[in-house]
């Protein structure tokens, strides 16, 4: 930073440096220790928690556990305390003790940091918020994988949204990150949907669309299974060819799952998410499954009944998990045991996470569980981030089955939207496009607004309301900021940070409200990070759009006479932009420049 504060102990996790509120807290723990021993300055940095409304950070005394009465330990710091750069002041409340920061230096240090980490990074890209916690490290994360021939529902929408929200923190957090979407692409249905292709299958329907072709032969083929059992029975022989290896049975499976394929990474681009690897079911070597069955035999871990083999998992609370059926085949569970294997095998990973609903919780720890009993090291590194369900999800029209019918439904709502207001619609160079991304925008922060455990219905009134806490008024708070340069060309270029004149901000509290939580953005990834939770980087982007919206009337750039402060407040809301920009980044969703 171009200006002097006074130097500081180094604290573990800590990392002014990117985190500049980091120096603030440190400089509240450093006089607390030094007032209370033998407190150290990292016992008490531990402690040093955000205030509510109106403080700055908070205290809680009785969480040390010292000898003697709250009130004399809260006195002895009142006592010692001097302001400096740092901080202000600090009060005594019952249990608490509450800091606040020196106002001048706080917006110089946060506004400085956000410019220079946003602007003029060592990596040439936007690094405010990011951190290196994971450098070195690499995490596999598997998400989305929906199955080829049967229907996209929300289930495999919702993995999508929070997995590759998952993936860009991860990153943001300086680990080497594998994408993985593992297709249901294996299976019985695809002995039935041979056979049904033999008499519903058109390959002029197939090339144009293959998920919307294979998923109308499966139900056809379905409904005649129903009045004629021999259709199971030849499905069920045609996929035991298949795992056989037989080249026959195994050629249009082959080019059914490239089209889906083809045709799934055409929706994941207009998404906004992007995989490294599409692997699937039929990757899975045979090697690894009979790998991972041999292994449990050998531990004493299988049990055969009239054929099958199973494991019990009752000690667990996980029931008996079927491993293979009576007939030799394979299930999804063994699959996904050989599959694990086979990914440390090749990825040598030092996570691994499994974005899968909560409906297959008992699926997925019954996995994991079998892993750990393999005595595998690395088994302890898996983790199932887990979602609940999604309520009432369909079209205006009636029930969704596609990915493209949910994304073409949003853009379609958000059109309508942005048509009744003509002018500003005129305004916008590329109207289809636009309202995609804000139709793309209102889904995924629906969906990522609350808990992902939490259940939600689906709602597309609410969903894309340009008012309240949703997508669209979030671009909408991001396309206002961008516009500041568009309305005020005469301000700019701006001169170099330490010559603006960020003094004349400290007389707005709404202007200390928008640096206070530009500063805390750092801090809501690193808590992303270790609750893989997307809500709290979502509320962080509504009360910084909720605090911009709020300044417009008080902090004003346009018809601000002074011109030293119009250029201050420019700055402000420019590092308000990208930072609102970088959280939006951070979500999977594109933020716009108009609409």
Wanted: hydrophobic share 40%; glycine share 6%.
């Amino acid at each position: 930073m171009p200006f002097k504060l006074s130097p500081l102990p180094e604290v573990p996790g800590a990392d002014p440096s990117r985190a500049v509120l980091d120096a603030f807290k440190i400089s509240i723990a450093k006089r607390v220790a030094d007032a209370l021993p033998p407190l150290t300055v990292e016992q008490v940095y531990q402690g040093v928690d955000y205030g509510k409304k109106g403080i700055d950070f908070t205290i809680a005394l009785p969480r040390f556990r010292l000898p003697g009465q709250v009130d004399q330990l809260a006195k002895t710091v009142i006592d010692q305390f001097r302001a400096d750069d740092y901080v202000e002041s600090v009060t005594h409340d019952r249990a608490f003790l509450h800091f606040m920061l020196r106002t001048p230096t706080l917006i110089r240090a946060v506004l400085t940091q956000v410019h220079e980490l946003t602007n003029e990074p060592p990596s040439g890209s936007p690094e405010y918020g990011t951190n290196t916690s994971g450098a070195g490290k690499k995490v596999v994360i598997e998400y989305s994988s929906p199955n080829i021939a049967k229907s996209f529902h929300v289930g495999h929408l919702r993995s999508t949204i929070i997995g590759a929200f998952l993936a860009n923190l991860y990153k943001a957090c300086g680990w080497e990150v594998v994408s993985m979407n593992y297709l249901g692409d294996w299976g019985t249905q695809f002995g039935l949907i041979a056979v049904g292709f033999e008499k519903y299958g058109s390959e002029e329907a197939l090339q144009r669309d293959a998920i919307k072709h294979l998923y109308d032969i499966y139900v056809n083929i379905n409904k005649d299974a129903d009045s004629d059992p021999g259709v199971k029975a030849a499905a069920a022989a045609w996929f035991k060819r298949m795992e056989d290896g037989d080249e026959d049975a195994l050629r249009n499976w082959r080019v059914w799952r490239e089209l889906s394929v083809k045709k799934y990474e055409e929706e994941y681009d207009r998404l906004n998410v992007h995989f490294d690897i599409y692997t699937g079911e039929s990757k899975v070597g045979k090697k690894w499954q009979d790998y991972a069955l041999q292994r449990m035999d050998e531990m004493g871990l299988l049990i055969d009944v009239d054929g099958m083999k199973l494991v019990d998992l009752e000690k667990w609370k996980l029931r008996q998990a079927v491993l293979r059926k009576k007939d030799g085949t394979s299930i999804y569970l063994t699959r996904d045991i050989g599959g694990a294997i086979e990914r440390y095998e090749q990825h040598q990973f030092d996570k691994m996470l499994y974005v899968i609903s909560s409906q297959q919780d008992l699926h997925t720890a019954q996995f994991i569980k079998m892993l750990q009993l393999m005595e595998f090291p690395w088994a302890s590194n898996i983790e199932h981030v887990n979602y609940g369900l999604v309520l009432g999800m369909s079209t205006r029209k009636g029930n969704v089955v596609f990915l493209d019918q949910i994304i073409r439904e949003a853009a379609s709502v958000m059109h309508d939207q942005m048509r009744k207001n003509q002018e500003k619609y005129a305004a916008v160079e590329d109207p289809e496009r636009t309202s995609l991304e804000v139709g793309l925008t209102a889904i995924k922060i629906q969906d990522m607004a609350a808990k992902r455990i939490n259940n939600y219905t689906f709602n597309w009134d609410r969903m894309t309301s340009f008012e309240g806490d949703t997508g669209p008024y979030l671009q909408y708070a991001h396309v206002r900021l961008t516009s500041l340069t568009r309305k005020n060309p005469e301000l700019l270029p701006l001169p170099p940070p330490d010559q603006i004149a960020t003094e004349t901000l400290t007389e707005q509290p709404a202007a200390r409200e928008i640096a206070f939580l530009l500063g805390m953005y750092p801090d809501v990834v690193r808590t992303a990070l270790r609750t893989h939770e997307p809500s709290g980087v979502v509320t962080f982007a509504f009360r910084l759009a909720h605090a911009i919206s709020s300044a417009w009337e008080t902090v004003v750039v346009k018809g601000e006479a002074d011109v030293e402060r119009a250029r201050a407040r420019m700055w402000l809301y420019l590092c308000a932009r990208d930072v609102l920009g970088a959280a939006m980044r951070l979500l999977s969703t594109r933020p716009l420049e108009r609409m």
